[in-house]
Structure formats: structure tokens, C-alpha cells
């Protein structure tokens, strides 16, 4: 497993981590013992970088990853990020002193830990972005003790930019696939520039880069996939980053063909590592449901090189199916 420096926070992390919003909520059921093997199998696979978030099945999530590391023992070497913000409306005038000690607070006791390892600001609105109120209120809570570092997690690149700019801000988290190239345009050279560190969600386009779908793929009613399609219920570019089904399962087709023309990683595999190996990423936080999914994506951060024509071949999809919909959006 390759491992990297998640930014100012000078911890070295696995350059594969772990999503665990799919052991908490909104992809479906999954039971804590099987959330929990999910967890052991990313750790036993060199996994030591864990992101969840305090509203993941309304600290669930949390709650499942602060009994795991107590079972694995002192010494266990995996960071957690966590954020918050999302356990009230999105609204600048609730992003405050009183709401950030209470949302900590909270994660603190889930987790089980005195100190939070990385707190991100949960897609907060772009006025909390550019706030120095904000960067004011977490920059106390590092000195309180209560988190050891902080950095946000964006919608656009726009914010992500602003983000950086900060002096304090260890890291960004965006979305970054092959479906979704525009951190490469400034994000990331910027982010490189700062010694910030990028850890890159939805590696897999909610699935779509597997190549498993089709068009009479079923989703769970409690399932994102299903529900909010129509960016009802959060920001639309979280499901399937934002593209249209129908033309992500094309664009999912053509770069199942380009993976074929490597020697040994699946389809996901190639997608996962291709995103780990853009210069200045972090980590990569793909989810899981079962332990050999875990074992599989793991896996993904010992691929060799894949090498210039397979960058060519996905700027090309990209390039022509994606971009006039998405680069502009976000």
C-alpha cells in the first residue's frame, strides 16, 4: 500500500482509505457486524485512513468506528477524519462558536478519543468558506485541544480554492474521478503549492465506475442512488457525481474497456488507482459493504503506474461525453 502526508497534518495515511458514510446511512442497510468486518478488512489490508462525518446515520457511523479502534487496541496507526455541520440547515448564521463545541463534543464522545485527529467542515455554504469567523472558531478549538487539525470538505472548486488560501487548513476533501477532472485544472497544483492535502470522495462515481451497472440496475428506496438523483435531497453532484444515468453508464462502458487494456486490476481497481496516483492526493476514500469489496479496493493502492495512454483514455471520455455538463457546474 502506497502511503502519502495527508497535508499540514503531517501524518503519513494510506494512499487507499475508506469512506464509511455506507456503514452509516443512505446506501441501504448494513448491519454492525458487518460494518465492523468491513472496517477489519481495510485495516488488515493496510487501510489507515478512516473519513466518516457526524450525521452519517446520525453519528452511527462514528459510533461503529470508535468501538472498532477500542477492540483494535492502542497502537492501531489509523487516522480519523470526521466533519460536521450538516446536523442543522446550512446556513451561515449556524456555523458559530457554540455550534462547533457541540458538534465536536459530540463526535469526541462517539468516537471514543479526547482529541479529534481531522475535523472538516461538511460542504458548508460558500459565505462559511470565505468566513473568518469560522476559521477563527476552529483555529480555538485546536488550542483547546479538542481537534488536532481541520480542513473542509467542498462542493465546487471555487470553494475548494478559497479554502486553501487559508493558513491553517490541513486539508480539502472534493470529489475527484475519472468522471470528474476539474480539480486537476487548479485544485490540486494549488493544493500542492500550500502542502495541502486532497482527499478525494467519491472515487467511484457512487458505483458507476465498477461497470456492474446497467440500465435495470435496482437501488434501494433508502438508497442516495434512488432518492436523490434529482438533487433533492443534497447537492446532486454526491450521486453518480452528477451525471446523467443513462450517459454514465455509457461513459462506465467505455472506461470498463479502457481498464480491460491493463494487466491484472478490475475495472474499479483501475478507477481508484488512477485517482491515487495524481500527484498531491492524499488519500482516496472509496466505500465498502463487504469485507472482500474492502480487501478488493485496497488492493488498488499497490497498482503499478498506469501510465500516459491510460490518462489520454480518460480525458477522452471525459472530454467527450462529461465535460460540457459537468466542468462548468462544479
Same mark, same amino acid.
Given at each position: 500500500m502506497q502511503t502519502h502526508i495527508l497535508g499540514k497534518t503531517g501524518r503519513s495515511v494510506s494512499g487507499i482509505g475508506l469512506g464509511t458514510w455506507q456503514l452509516g446511512a443512505d446506501w441501504g442497510d448494513v448491519p454492525e457486524h458487518e460494518a465492523l468486518a468491513v472496517l477489519a478488512a481495510s485495516a488488515d489490508s493496510g487501510v489507515t485512513f478512516f473519513d466518516t462525518a457526524d450525521v452519517y446515520g446520525?453519528?452511527?457511523? !462514528? +459510533?461503529?468506528?470508535? /468501538?472498532?479502534?477500542? !477492540?483494535?487496541?492502542?497502537?492501531?496507526?489509523?487516522?480519523? %477524519?470526521?466533519?460536521?455541520?450538516r446536523r442543522m440547515d446550512q446556513i451561515p448564521e449556524n456555523y458559530v462558536m457554540k455550534n462547533f463545541r457541540a458538534w465536536t463534543d459530540r463526535s469526541r464522545k462517539n468516537l471514543g478519543v479526547d482529541t479529534l485527529d481531522?475535523?472538516?467542515?461538511?460542504?458548508?455554504?460558500? %459565505?462559511?468558506?470565505?468566513?473568518?469567523?469560522?476559521?477563527? #472558531?476552529?483555529?480555538?478549538?485546536?488550542? !483547546?485541544?479538542?481537534?488536532?487539525?481541520?480542513?473542509?470538505?467542498?462542493?465546487?472548486?471555487? +470553494? $475548494?480554492? &478559497?479554502?486553501?488560501?487559508? =493558513?491553517?487548513? &490541513?486539508?480539502? +476533501?472534493?470529489?475527484?474521478? $475519472?468522471? /470528474?477532472?476539474? =480539480?486537476?485544472? &487548479?485544485?490540486?497544483?494549488? #493544493?500542492?503549492?500550500?502542502?495541502?492535502?486532497?482527499?478525494?470522495?467519491v472515487p467511484l #462515481?457512487?458505483?458507476?465506475?465498477?461497470?456492474?451497472?446497467t440500465a435495470d440496475t435496482k437501488f434501494a428506496a433508502n438508497d442516495h442512488r434512488n432518492y436523490n438523483r434529482d438533487g433533492s435531497h443534497f447537492d446532486v453532484g454526491e450521486t453518480f457525481s452528477g451525471v446523467d444515468y443513462a450517459v454514465g453508464l455509457e461513459a462506465a462502458g467505455r472506461f470498463a474497456q479502457l481498464a480491460q487494456s491493463l494487466d491484472g486490476p478490475t475495472t474499479a481497481q483501475a478507477a481508484l488507482a488512477w485517482v491515487a496516483q495524481i500527484d498531491g492526493v492524499s488519500s482516496?476514500? =472509496?466505500?465498502a459493504r463487504s469485507t472482500a469489496q474492502a480487501a478488493a479496493? $485496497? %488492493? #488498488?493502492g499497490s497498482v503499478p503506474s498506469l501510465g500516459p495512454d491510460f490518462n489520454d483514455g480518460v480525458r477522452g471520455i471525459y472530454d467527450e461525453l462529461l465535460r460540457e455538463s459537468i466542468h462548468p457546474r462544479w
Open positions: 446520525d453519528g452511527r457511523s !462514528e +459510533q461503529i468506528i470508535g /468501538r472498532f479502534l477500542r !477492540e483494535r487496541g492502542a497502537g492501531h496507526g489509523i487516522t480519523v %477524519a470526521t466533519k460536521m455541520g481531522l475535523v472538516q467542515l461538511h460542504c458548508p455554504p460558500t %459565505a462559511v468558506v470565505t468566513s473568518d469567523a469560522a476559521y477563527d #472558531a476552529l483555529d480555538t478549538l485546536v488550542e !483547546e485541544g479538542a481537534i488536532a487539525n481541520y480542513g473542509l470538505s467542498v462542493e465546487t472548486c471555487d +470553494q $475548494a480554492l &478559497a479554502a486553501i488560501a487559508r =493558513p491553517h487548513v &490541513a486539508t480539502i +476533501q472534493i470529489i475527484l474521478n $475519472a468522471f /470528474r477532472l476539474k =480539480p486537476l485544472d &487548479a485544485v490540486l497544483p494549488t #493544493a500542492l503549492e500550500a502542502g495541502v492535502g486532497i482527499i478525494a470522495r #462515481a457512487s458505483g458507476l465506475l465498477t461497470g456492474r451497472y482516496v476514500i =472509496p466505500g479496493n $485496497a %488492493a #488498488a
